[in-house]
């Protein structure tokens, strides 16, 4: 595809409550949206950094830089969406910039040529099963009132952030309170192998899995908590690619692995990863950053292949935002529709988006 340019968008939008995890709260979600402009067509890629180096070593002002100095130059004036992995494959690290940069052209490509993202991803499904994501909050009464509150909204599978001091407890009043619903946690590598015997006390309540216990580089570790404990071990931080995911599986350091395109570099080698996991027999599913409609309609694109078997964090909109940047995602009975329409399927409102950019810069090609 023939590009003109990129436009690097950055946008505030509040959400409808505080969402902290032991990386710290988030009020407000920070975003760096990418359009590209070409002959044909124009796509929109969101990147999913946050505003400080929590999560990941990338966030919103390091991806801007890294895009206008770097990545952007480096596709020249003609590209395909294939082409921008091995375009950019000389720079280091930085997968969430390179992702929201390689959904922009994939989207516009797809688009000029009339194809939605989920055919061209190989979805089986017109509708994926939704899970809602609770954060760390300040009382066990107030965490079971959330919970009962999304159970009621019809979300099929609850998954609670935990750290040390939070933990078993919430865990236990949850299961206790509303039976056996699904239920998993995350821990986002807040724990160390020396508390596995505390960990193994979240084994009698059958839990889908343990989300990232340990630090993302402790293959090992999580292979030996693994054996330790009777809970899957779910990978999220430490797959960063499929090549990562097939060695983790190789340790037995995982049984389960959350495919974030974002942290793994887009959604081409987000579906290399999902094919390297039906492969092995592991079942994978789809998590969530705090995206907008934009990221939202890619994701519930991708969680409809095949290989994920386990609800995802593809909420609706309104559980993260009042109003959010494209038509809303609503639930229906426990599930979203995939987009149909070509492309990622939805586009930014304009005048919503206007209200919540706060700055733009426009890079020609």
Not at 132 to 159: F, H, N, Q, T
Request: hydrophobic share 45%; glycine share 10%; aromatic share 6%.
């Amino acid at each position: 595809m023939k590009l003109t340019g990129v436009e690097l968008r950055r946008i505030s939008l509040p959400l409808v409550s505080p969402f902290r995890t032991s990386f710290g709260t988030e009020t407000t979600r920070d975003a760096l949206l990418v359009r590209v402009v070409g002959t044909e067509a124009e796509g929109w890629g969101e990147c999913v950094a946050m505003s400080g180096p929590l999560y990941s070593s990338e966030y919103v002002d390091g991806a801007i830089d890294v895009l206008r100095r770097f990545f952007v130059p480096a596709l020249g004036g003609s590209v395909s969406a294939v082409g921008v992995a091995p375009a950019l494959a000389r720079f280091h690290g930085h997968r969430m910039a390179k992702a929201a940069l390689e959904t922009a052209v994939l989207d516009a490509e797809l688009r000029a040529e009339g194809r939605p993202l989920a055919r061209e991803l190989g979805a089986v499904h017109d509708r994926v099963p939704c899970g809602v994501s609770v954060g760390i909050m300040d009382s066990i009464g107030e965490l079971l009132d959330a919970v009962g509150g999304y159970l009621d909204e019809g979300y099929l599978r609850i998954k609670l952030k935990i750290q040390p001091g939070w933990d078993v407890e919430p865990v236990a009043a949850v299961r206790e309170r509303f039976g056996d619903v699904l239920l998993q946690v995350d821990a986002n590598t807040a724990y160390a192998v020396s508390d596995a015997r505390h960990l193994a006390r979240l084994d009698p309540f059958e839990l889908l899995l343990i989300e990232q216990p340990l630090d993302e580089e402790d293959i090992l570790g999580h292979a030996e908590l693994a054996r330790l404990i009777k809970t899957p071990v779910c990978l999220d931080e430490s797959i960063t690619s499929a090549r990562s995911a097939a060695a983790a599986i190789s340790l037995g350091a995982c049984s389960i692995i959350n495919v974030k395109p974002g942290r793994v570099g887009g959604y081409l080698e987000s579906r290399r990863i999902h094919d390297v996991c039906v492969a092995h027999g592991i079942p994978v599913w789809c998590g969530g950053m705090l995206e907008t409609g934009l990221g939202r309609a890619a994701n519930v694109a991708l969680a409809a292949l095949p290989g994920f078997t386990l609800p995802g964090d593809t909420s609706a909109s309104s559980r993260y935002y009042r109003t959010d940047i494209t038509t809303p995602f609503t639930l229906d009975a426990g599930h979203l529709p995939v987009p149909t329409t070509p492309g990622i399927g939805v586009v930014p409102l304009p005048d919503v988006l206007a209200e919540v950019t706060t700055s733009t810069e426009w890079l020609p090609l």
